[in-house]
């Protein structure tokens, strides 16, 4: 069974990624980074770790929008720490300027979900229509939006959503991924399912981007190679995904 699966990394501000995968001579000073126009052309999905809000000025995701294709999307991952840095009206802002390439709120660790900012961050979700991944703690999530589980290698469940921590080194490994994340969809006849919900304004504009019928993969690792995850691609593209 076909499935049509999205693969990014976690983040393209990469130190190691400067002299491997991005040209020596591309602009990457504040308002002239070409980073992520960069890795688009080569990946079609993106997590933005909750450390990117740290900056100053906030990012500027108009300028993310022009710098990617119309099928690229983004997961942005929530964590308490990150309003520290920014308000929850200002993160819900920038969140809205993604429009329908927004695909979900990403969850990764359990404590991140108890947050004094959790009522805000409730309200976000279910006024953008957001689906939310989680590690499985969703106790403190009172959204009436769609909760789905994070799939993890280590921890096989029915999901839409993959976050794999390796290095992609072993393609053998890989591709086992691979067949484990499809067979899990495939076992439960699993489908991205969309709320029933309908809200004005916002929501009908945002639900164009949710998941739109695929899968995705995010993969992490400190020693992650942009070449490695290309390789990876390949693979999926070999697998038929």
Sequence with gaps: MKQDIKLG???WRHAHWSTTFYPEDLPVEEDDDWRLAYYSNEFNTVMVPWTYWQTEPLPDCEKWLDDVHDDFRFFIECHADMFEFISPAEFTDCLKKLGPKLSALVFLDDRSVATDSLES???????LGLDVFT?????SLTTKRQVQNIWRPDKVQTSSFAFIED???????????????VASICNEGHKPEQ???QQPG?????Q????????SMIVSHPQLQASDLGRFRSVLEIMGC
């Design 9 to 11: 990394a976690y983040g």
């Design 121 to 127: 961050l409730n309200l976000l979700i279910d006024t």
């Design 135 to 139: 590690t499985g703690d969703t106790a």
């Design 167 to 181: 290095d992609l080194l072993d393609l053998r490994s890989a591709r086992v991924f691979v067949e484990d994340f």
């Design 195 to 197: 709320s029933t919900e």
């Design 202 to 206: 916002l929501q009908s504009e945002q």
């Design 208 to 215: 164009s981007g949710e998941n739109d019928g695929q899968f």
